[in-house]
């Protein structure tokens, strides 16, 4: 079953992390958490300035987010999270086991995050940080991974079909169909 389960959705700027995790958390019936929004306000200015963080930057922020992952598994509350969690180290300290936290990591070309950052508009993470971001990307040895190529509905369509091949004892009942929601397959 798939109580009490934290799935991080990570990846780099510009995957999709809070599109998508927002449409899976309304498809699931989960809530949403951005990782975005527990950054200390000196990260966020320094993004801002197209200035990478550091592994002592994100300490603090990592620290936040497993805080509130163990607050969640605790109440028995499942979530989805967006999270960039680029490395292996940064997934360990949020503590990501594939079990009761389980990432998805949203995979897209250089070219294809590129476009999608030109155009975005109000967030504070600079197209510049694109390459950094993925320098810095340790691909995951486990867990889901989804291509990005297609739209969000189809991307949510294609997670929830990975969650229950994954665990087929999952009730349906668990996942709101897309007719639920409005969307179309």
């Not at 300490?59 to 490395?87: D, M, Y």
């Not at 070219?111 to 971001?133: I, K, N, W």
Request: net charge neutral; charged share 25%; proline share 6%.
């Amino acid at each position: 079953m798939w109580a009490d389960m934290i799935l991080v959705l990570m990846g780099p700027t510009g995957c999709g992390k809070t599109t998508i995790g927002q449409l899976l958390a309304g498809r699931l019936g989960w809530p949403f958490i951005d990782g975005d929004d527990f950054h200390p306000a000196a990260n966020v200015a320094k993004m801002q300035s197209g200035i990478p963080l550091t592994d002592d930057d994100r300490r603090p922020w990592l620290e936040a987010l497993r805080k509130e992952i163990e607050s969640r598994i605790r109440a028995g509350q499942s979530t989805v999270l967006a999270c960039s969690a680029l490395r292996q180290i940064y997934r360990e300290r949020l503590g990501v086991n594939q079990r009761k936290v389980k990432t998805v990591y949203l995979r897209g070309t250089f070219e294809l995050l590129e476009r999608r950052l030109v155009t975005r508009q109000g967030h504070f993470m600079p197209p510049a940080l694109l390459r950094s971001q993925l320098d810095t990307l340790e691909v995951p040895r486990d867990g889901l991974v989804v291509d990005i190529d297609d739209p969000p509905e189809v991307i949510v369509t294609s997670i929830v079909g990975k969650l229950k091949q994954a665990d087929p004892t999952a009730a349906d009942d668990q996942i709101k169909t897309s007719d639920d929601k409005g969307l179309t397959s």
